[in-house]
């Protein structure tokens, strides 16, 4: 288990995190605010404490890979990758802008740090599965984590994907589908229901576990066990949509909606170390 000093730190990032995500968003007046509080939690447990990568080497052959399947939540990769020293922070003030690298989606040419082109709903799991099972082909140790959005499950491509994982073992693989029940045309169970979510997954040959995305034990523990499968796995993360500013929380407006001065403030407000 994960010492409570360890958490307290994770905690404390996450928190500085979600500010440079409001900040990003609200100084760009465009871009999504809502997933990408939510998904915080699980990315900032990665970088900073379960994934093997080194930022002064973005290319380092060894390096665990993360891809951002649902990709239009760029504001949480970008603070975190900038907070870990892959760019200069002070690009963020470049977020959304012309000829800026850091753009609305992941953009790997140009982008130290990112892995994949993702934006196209469902093709971020399909390239990574295929780029896992070309690690395993050249006998590489190091592991894919895919992070995919609920509604972007919604996708018939994403299931092609899930067999093809299945079929080829690829137990370097350990995905991730934020379950906020929110998307961007309102709740994910009447758009098209994806409960019971987890049986879906396994009758496709993935082992699955179901956490709290915002418990760090949970979470780090979780990804611990997977490492010990012998097939691909994926973990259902129950987030909150918003997570960290009350108003947002669970808001399905908060999805593509930028704050203005009056939100942004309250928000950055709510945001300190002591939540």
């Known amino acids: 288990m994960i ?11 996450a928190v500085e995190i979600r500010r440079e995500i409001v900040t990003m968003v609200h100084r760009a007046n465009s871009g999504h605010v809502g997933g990408s509080l939510g998904a915080t939690d699980v990315l900032v447990a990665l970088y900073y404490h379960l ?3 080194k930022p002064d080497q973005p290319d380092w052959p ?46 790997q040419p140009k982008t130290p740090g990112i892995e994949a082109n993702t934006g196209t709903l469902g093709l971020g799991i399909s390239t990574g599965l295929g780029m896992a099972l070309g690690a395993k082909l050249r006998q590489q140790q190091h592991y ?8 972007e499950i919604q996708e018939g491509q994403v299931w092609e994907a899930a067999m ?13 589908v934020d379950r906020n029940y929110l998307q961007t045309d309102g709740n994910s ?16 040959g993935w082992k699955v576990f179901t956490i709290d995305g ?24 129950n987030t909150i949509k918003g997570k960290g500013v009350s108003f947002m929380e669970n808001e399905v407006n908060w999805h593509g909606t930028p704050p ?11 945001l300190t170390n002591g939540i």
């Open 189 to 204: 169970e009447d758009i098209m229901p994806l409960d019971p979510l987890a049986p879906k997954w396994e009758s496709f």
């Open 144 to 151: 894919y984590y895919i992070m995919c959005g609920d509604g």
């Open 51 to 53: 994934m093997n990568h």
């Open 214 to 237: 915002h418990d760090y034990q949970q979470i780090i523990k979780t990804v611990e066990n997977a490492k010990q499968e012998t097939q691909p796995v994926m973990i259902i993360a």
């Open 164 to 176: 093809f994982a299945n079929k080829y073992k690829l137990d370097n693989v350990i995905g991730f």
């Open 260 to 270: 203005d001065k009056q939100a942004f403030e309250s928000a950055l407000k709510e």
């Open 3 to 13: 010492d409570n000093t360890k958490i307290e730190e994770l905690k404390k990032k």
């Open 62 to 107: 060894g390096r665990d890979r993360f891809i951002l399947s649902k990709g239009h939540c760029t504001p949480v990769i970008y603070a975190i990758l900038a907070d870990c020293g892959y760019f200069p922070e002070e690009d963020l003030k470049t977020f959304r802008r012309p000829g800026s690298h850091l753009q609305g989606h992941p953009h």
